[in-house]
């Protein structure tokens, strides 16, 4: 288990928030990049166990909330985050003891190390998705325990600042806070979803962040021993590689905020010049990766993680940057027992983004489990 | 000099800036219908002179803002103002002496008043617009001094709320604040630009309560009387009728928070058969009626007021309630002094609309002058 990052741990985090992050959460590469240049300045962060965190202590979420394809060209200010968690301590009076990832996806999951950094206070090893979703509502903290999104604060590379003190419900937090971001060129920095210490434990998918690390670590050894790196990727999740294709077609809009499209990859090789029966697969996304289809069929459904993978390299592939022509792995793991709850269900099975199909869960899972060592 | 608001001058009001409101500002009638309730709870509400306000005294303008095509079919809780001074002044700390207008047009004309009943302080017999127009930053008191328009707070029907603490500039705190409004349903209560009492006396335009109230006397007297009421509007406000007609097109779309289009209005008993050289006038609109063309050519520019009315009862006719068929009269008056210096037309001149034309300034003007008793 990860007790605290250091410059190390960066790749390794990178490479595996990056798959946890089923194509969304924003670039890991470019966040990365920030937390390297914050642990430089102030040293590791602290990863707390979220089991040793007091029942009473206080607890919010950091992140960036916006449109993964404005992220790749909008850099951050650096302390957006920090800016808006003082904001709240301000606006309610309280302080924070520590930081929480909301998802553990792609920078997503680097945001909450850096603004505990920058804080002075840990960030627990617990993240709401055990992967990462485009809206707040779709949080295990928020419908897993009676917490609220709000009061939430928002601020942008800029001087531009917004609280939240109260929003009708979770899904109205989330419409306003898509708004601002939109307003603050689809990108801010967002601290919300305040939370006692047992909420966080009684509802959080745990280890996330030792899960993401160990992933990456299992991904460049393999690199290394030139194996195949999906593979491994895929048994580290007890998931499996679904398919191995060229990408052959991709329609994406950064729309309302978020980045949507679908992905078209074809198989290598089809069995027969005219093309097998399941040489097509297709992935509908909005942020991150959704539902899979191959050759019309749907074959994993939300909350189920979709990751895509490059083929050799087994790095993985944001949704921003999906691109025709490259060589990819498609790999399909269970999701945590927290997401698949009929509660849960409502908030992230296929319906919840629009699509009339019933989860089909995969077997298995390790997401959320205490890991060895 | 108007000193206080009662029951019996609520219809006066309901005209006159109805008429100043130049098509927007909300509909004079609804507001006015909200006020009565208020003040029968309450009691009449005090209008202070502004140059009685002290220095030093705090003051907040308060209105909805949103698009007037919703205000007619979402109608507020009533509380909205309230709440929305009461969170800004638990956020920073402060408390209100007293409220100002943000535009002496429509329904934002009354929504002061209630706010300031509620709240059991006076509101201020001054207004930033001397009319009414679509945005934040077109406000007198904000070019007009170094007065800002964040810290501000907005709340909604149910129990959504937002406090921005700070923006870049006005125009960002304007686009964020449309956002969130566009989150709330397109109508929400807002309290902000938190202004000193001599702020607000050397940037407002002054006594247009009063004024509204005079001119819309007078209408309901040349009603009584039968008499031009067209005219009698246009007199009072230095202006003249420049067109009488009956509406032939509208076109009108709800779009980014904003009732947007235009509208025709044919000349009754054209010249000639074939239509005389002056027969059809058009205006465009953005909540707010922007820029006349007679037969195509500009006559009439924003800062200075545009009004339509109905040709016989000279009531206003505000934009969401434009229809074919209505028979109007259109007046133009000459906007107050404060909107046509060199830095207010940078935000309320034609081109801060997108419009690629100068301003073209009729002569005179009443608006913002001291009334007689």
């Given at each position: 288990m990860l007790r605290e990052v250091t410059l190390e741990d960066i790749r390794p985090i990178?490479?595996?928030?990056?798959?946890?992050?089923?194509?969304?959460?924003?670039?890991?590469?470019?966040?990365g990049l920030h937390l390297a240049s914050v642990i430089r300045e102030k040293g590791p962060q602290t990863l707390m166990d979220p089991f040793t965190l007091a029942d009473e202590a206080l607890v919010c979420v950091a992140g960036t909330i916006?449109?993964?394809?404005?992220?790749?060209?909008?850099?951050?200010?650096?302390?957006?985050?920090?800016?808006?968690?003082?904001?709240?301590?301000?606006?309610?009076?309280?302080?924070?003891?520590?930081?929480?990832?909301?998802?553990?996806?792609?920078?997503?999951?680097?945001?909450?190390?850096?603004?505990?950094?920058?804080?002075?206070?840990?960030?627990?090893?617990?993240?709401?998705?055990?992967?990462?979703?485009?809206e707040i509502?779709?949080?295990?903290?928020?419908?897993?325990?009676?917490?609220?999104?709000?009061?939430?604060a928002m601020v942008d590379a800029a001087d531009n600042a917004a609280v939240v003190p109260s929003a009708v419900s979770d899904l109205w937090g989330e419409r306003i806070a898509r708004n601002i971001a939109v307003s603050m060129g689809a990108r801010a920095g967002l601290v919300a979803c305040m939370m006692s210490g047992a909420q966080l434990k009684a509802s959080g998918v745990h280890y996330t962040m030792s899960l993401a690390h160990h992933l990456g670590a299992r991904a460049i050894e393999a690199q290394e021993q030139k194996s195949d790196v999906p593979q491994v990727a895929a048994?580290?999740?007890?998931?499996?590689?679904?398919?191995?294709?060229?990408?052959?077609?991709?329609?994406r809009r950064t729309a309302k905020g978020f980045?949507?499209?679908?992905?078209?990859?074809?198989?290598?090789?089809?069995?027969?010049?005219?093309?097998?029966?399941?040489?097509?697969?297709?992935?509908?996304?909005q942020n991150e990766l959704?539902?899979?289809?191959?050759?019309?069929?749907v074959v994993v459904t939300t909350p189920d993680l979709i990751c895509i993978v490059?083929?050799?390299?087994g790095e993985p592939v944001t949704t921003e940057l999906l691109r025709y022509?490259?060589?990819?792995?498609?790999?399909?793991?269970?999701?945590?027992?927290?997401?698949?709850?009929?509660?849960?269900?409502?908030?992230?099975?296929?319906?919840a983004f629009g699509y009339d199909v019933e989860f089909c869960p995969l077997p298995g899972g390790v997401i959320g489990r205490r890991p060895a060592g």
């Open positions: 990178a490479i595996g928030a990056g798959i946890l992050g089923t194509g969304g959460g924003g670039n890991p590469y470019l966040g916006g449109a993964p394809t404005v992220s790749i060209e909008k850099l951050p200010e650096g302390t957006e985050m920090l800016r808006a968690l003082r904001l709240l301590e301000q606006h309610t009076g309280r302080q924070f003891d520590a930081v929480a990832i909301a998802e553990i996806g792609g920078s997503n999951s680097m945001q909450p190390l850096i603004a505990g950094l920058q804080a002075g206070i840990p960030t627990v090893d617990s993240d709401s998705m055990g992967r990462a979703f485009p509502q779709m949080s295990s903290y928020l419908f897993g325990s009676d917490a609220k999104v709000a009061p939430y048994d580290v999740l007890d998931g499996e590689v679904i398919f191995r294709g060229k990408i052959s077609d991709v329609n980045a949507r499209g679908h992905v078209r990859i074809d198989r290598f090789s089809p069995v027969s010049a005219r093309g097998s029966k399941d040489d097509r697969l297709e992935i509908e996304f959704l539902i899979v289809r191959i050759n019309g069929e490059t083929e050799e390299e022509g490259t060589r990819v792995a498609v790999i399909a793991a269970p999701a945590p027992a927290q997401l698949k709850s009929e509660v849960a269900l409502e908030v992230v099975g296929p319906r």
